[in-house]
């Protein structure tokens, strides 16, 4: 186990390292360099002479490297010129904002994609796995941004039981105090998430229901009840747990998507304003950071699946 | 198992049993992809719902004439009535004639992306697959980098960068877009290199190139045409996504994303035309795309078909 967890661990910081060059070398295929992006097209030679001595940009390539991964390890992610702040601060400020978002959207995706997925592959071809199916194939084929519209002309147009927007408070604390304003963003990140999830989860159960040892539990006599959660569930979830971390850049996008639409102030949001603004110290420090979140996730779906699957930690 | 010749089960076989009966002719495969296809009605609805939805975007301009050059302020926002059967949106474009013209870049970027990212992908996927080693943990390690960066992100960062075209969008999309088919093909072709027609190549001297490109690849191709479908259906959400956060394609060229963010403002005036017309047929064309992948991969896996 330990030197299964050494090797995935030295692939993931291989895979950030390299994202790591590619936002590096992105700062550097700006338009007119880094210089010119913050002062300006009309800034004199000069003040961007000035500009890139302070901020060693005319030192050699690999130093340059060199000293914005330096500044990586000392939790500096760079300054938003725009928002006159630096983006570690902003950075602290919205993840958890985000977090709480995606955790509760995650938390119900997952209970309720895994049981209406094995609901779905015990009552298979029958019209209510018909139904399901056909609901889960809208809602996969429906963009996160109609959908969230579709939920505000419901619920906050026509029958006025929610507020339009999110949470608008500056702290996650203050995203706690609002429950009411969370339940459009939370239910359509978990609409998308449950269309998707279910229907995995329905096929790797079909596939494990088909197995030889769910045939020779039910020749022991085992109950259907046993035989779904003691036999089929631990194997049929193996599956759905490396999806779960493949999908994180998936996820991540939704929730820039619902966090737009719900003007929801996340990472998201960040990203956006700072897309419309050329904020470009942040769009590329956040490209980092979400790139690194997506890594661990991946790193952290695979030790689930050795915890899970034994044989894995063999190999 | 070879495809062209299938053994029936060994209680089937008695001495009156033709050889000939035993080789069976070829393509009996590519049959039964299209009799497993033919029968499944959501891919048939699928198909259908394809077919018309690019009639309706490449043709229907062609029929239905609408002024989608010149802004008229006096018309804006005109509920659906003569001459204007889906109203007009804020600066007075027809909307019918606004969701054909959009639905072509749709369309067009969609295609030639995801056609772009198999073609790349699959040769990726392939070479990695076959060669092994050390260039197969290089190759891969970057399609995994590259895998790490939520491909929404990167398309606003790269949309806030430089002036977005149909081209520069095409090539965007299909950039993140062959990353999950060099996967794929992969997996298929690490299978595939250990079968005895791959060895055979080996054995008499083929190169790599020819078995890449005339034995792995062709066993492949139900997983790339599979996958190619479901790609189209991604990129164009992708765009649609890109269109609604204002980084689409500028006006006065139109796509669908950004027509629905420009009609949500209206939300509250019940200005509907601006808003349902414009999703649904966002939604339809995707789920379109999505039946007939789902329905092209049951007919392609042979697992499937024995249940």
């Known amino acids: ?315 | 198992m070879p495809p062209d010749i299938e053994t029936p089960p060994p209680g089937e076989i008695d001495a009156s049993t033709e050889i000939s009966q035993l080789v069976r002719p070829p393509r009996r495969r590519g049959a039964g992809v299209v009799s497993v296809f033919m029968e499944n009605k959501l891919a048939l609805v699928g198909v259908i719902l394809i077919v018309l939805i690019i009639l309706f975007c490449f043709v229907g301009p062609l029929v239905y004439h609408s002024n989608q050059i010149a802004s008229n302020l006096s018309i804006s926002n005109d509920a659906p009535g003569p001459g204007h059967p889906l109203g007009t949106d804020n600066v007075g474009y027809d909307e019918l004639g606004r969701l054909m013209k959009g639905g072509q870049s749709s369309l067009e970027i969609g295609f030639a992306a995801a056609i772009l990212a198999g073609l790349f992908g699959v040769l990726w996927g392939a070479v990695s697959g076959f060669f092994g080693g050390i260039i197969d943990t290089i190759m891969m390690r970057i399609v995994d980098a590259l895998l790490s960066i939520p491909v929404l992100f990167v398309l606003l960062l790269m949309a806030a960068i430089i002036k977005v075209n149909q081209l520069n969008l095409t090539l965007a999309v299909a950039f993140f877009a062959w990353l999950v088919p060099a996967r794929l093909i992969r997996g298929e072709t690490l299978t595939l290199r250990t079968r005895e027609y791959v060895q055979a190549v080996k054995g008499m001297g083929g190169g790599a190139s020819r078995s890449i490109f005339l034995h792995l690849i062709p066993n492949a191709i139900g997983t790339i045409v599979v996958n190619i479908t479901f790609q189209v259906a991604d990129a164009i959400l992708a765009l649609a996504a890109l269109g609604y956060l204002g980084f689409g394609i500028p006006p006065p060229a139109a796509n669908w994303g950004a027509m629905l963010s420009q009609g949500v403002t209206y939300i509250y005036a019940g200005e509907w035309w601006l808003i349902y017309p414009v999703g649904a047929l966002i939604v339809l064309t995707v789920m379109a795309f999505n039946f007939v992948g789902d329905a092209l991969r049951d007919a392609f896996d042979v697992r499937l078909q024995r249940r």
Request: glycine share 8%; charged share 10%.
């Open chain 1, 1 to 315: 186990m330990t030197r299964y967890l050494v090797r995935r661990f030295g692939q993931a910081l291989a895979v950030v390292f390299l994202v790591s060059i590619l936002t590096f070398l992105l700062l550097h295929l700006l338009p007119g360099g880094a210089a010119r992006a913050e002062l300006g097209f009309r800034s004199s030679p000069s003040a961007i002479k000035a500009f890139n001595i302070a901020n060693g940009y005319n030192r050699p390539f690999f130093s340059q490297y060199w000293l914005y991964i330096d500044h990586l390890f000392h939790g500096n992610f760079g300054y938003s010129y725009k928002l006159n702040e630096p983006v570690s601060t902003l950075l602290s400020m919205d993840l958890p904002k985000s977090a709480y978002l995606s955790g509760l959207a995650l938390f119900f995706t997952v209970i309720i994609a895994i049981p209406l997925g094995i609901y779905q592959a015990v009552r298979r071809n029958k019209p209510d796995d018909y139904v399901v199916t056909g609901l889960s194939f809208i809602g996969y084929s429906m963009p996160t941004f109609w959908l969230g519209l579709l939920l505000i002309a419901f619920f906050s147009v026509y029958l006025k039981w929610l507020p339009p927007s999110a949470p608008q408070s500056a702290t996650v604390g203050g995203a706690f105090t609002d429950p009411k304003a969370m339940v459009l963003p939370v239910l359509t990140l978990t609409i998308v998430g449950v269309a998707s999830f279910s229907r995995y989860m329905r096929s790797s159960a079909i596939e494990s229901l088909a197995q030889d040892y769910i045939r020779t539990a039910k020749a022991k006599g085992v109950t259907q009840r046993g035989i779904l959660f003691g036999h089929m569930l631990r194997n049929a979830i193996l599956p759905i747990v490396t999806l779960l971390g493949l999908s994180i850049p998936a996820l991540l996008s939704g929730n820039l998507i619902t966090e737009s639409v719900f003007n929801y102030p996340g990472v998201g949001l960040l990203f956006w304003t700072a897309a419309q603004s050329r904020d470009y110290p942040t769009l590329l420090a956040l490209t980092l950071v979400v790139a690194i979140f997506t890594v661990l996730g991946n790193f952290m779906a695979d030790i689930s699946y050795g915890i899970i699957d034994r044989r894995v930690r063999v190999s």
